[in-house]
């Protein structure tokens, strides 16, 4: 039976690839990216490799692979490429498996279904990532209220940003969630920096 986590995040470029490695290292896992869109550069994939510096081994092939930067339903409309649902099963992995979702839990997939519905499907308890600095209170009460509409368990809050110890404490009290992490800015980023943050709570 797969084990692991689904990582996802309050909206697109809030840290999820980082604190994606960061899990990895965390729980010396293994990686997957469901829908990547955009392959123009370095994909997700890619960055977390470097930052591990795990070997190709650990990381699984996307479901899917889009090449427009742009939400899975677009980037598939213009790739002439119809993602469903049901195309999505949990991949088996000998290690705990970190899945790193696409922008944020209501991005469409299709016409009818949303990040949050593809963590619900694969069954792994979430883990949302967040922002330390000033919105993220609203955004991410409103992301965890779509996670648990969905009946979804969120496990945790990795924070990405300058320590912001009010924040913090608000999004534990009105969240009902432990911060698992918190990932400043990092002079170096890079697989030793990551490392050297241990996990608040147990993985």
Same mark, same amino acid.
């Given at each position: ?6 990582? /996802?995040? +309050? ?6 690839? &980082? ?5 990895? #290292?965390?729980?010396?896992?293994? !990686?997957?990216?469901?829908?990547? %869109? ?7 994939? /890619?960055?977390?490799? /470097?930052? /591990?510096? !795990? ?25 002439? &490429? ?29 016409? %009818? ?13 979430? &883990? ?5 600095? #000033?919105? +993220?209170?609203?955004?991410?009460? #409103? %992301? ?44 170096? #980023? ?14």
């Amino acid at each position: 039976m797969t084990t692991g986590y689904f990582v /996802t995040g +309050t909206d697109t470029d809030c840290g999820k690839t &980082v604190a994606a490695a960061w899990l990895m #290292l965390a729980v010396d896992g293994a !990686y997957w990216k469901p829908v990547q %869109s955009g392959l123009d550069g370095p994909i997700d994939r /890619t960055t977390v490799q /470097t930052l /591990t510096g !795990y070997d190709d081994a650990r990381f699984l092939p996307s479901r899917f692979e889009l090449t427009q930067p742009l939400s899975p339903h677009e980037a598939a409309r213009r790739d002439g &490429v119809r993602i469903r649902l049901e195309d999505f099963d949990l991949p088996h992995a000998e290690r705990p498996l970190i899945v790193e979702g696409a922008g944020g839990l209501l991005v469409p997939l299709d016409e %009818s279904a949303f990040v949050v519905d593809l963590i619900a499907r694969l069954g792994l308890p979430a &883990v949302l990532v967040c922002r330390s600095t #000033l919105g +993220t209170i609203n955004h991410t009460l #409103l %992301s965890l209220a779509a996670l648990r509409a969905r009946g979804v368990h969120p496990a945790g809050l990795i924070v990405n940003g300058p320590k912001t110890p009010h924040n913090r404490d608000a999004l534990e009290r009105y969240g009902g969630l432990p911060v698992i992490a918190e990932i400043d800015r990092l002079e170096r #980023l890079d697989a030793a920096s990551l490392a050297a943050i241990a996990p608040e709570i147990e993985l």
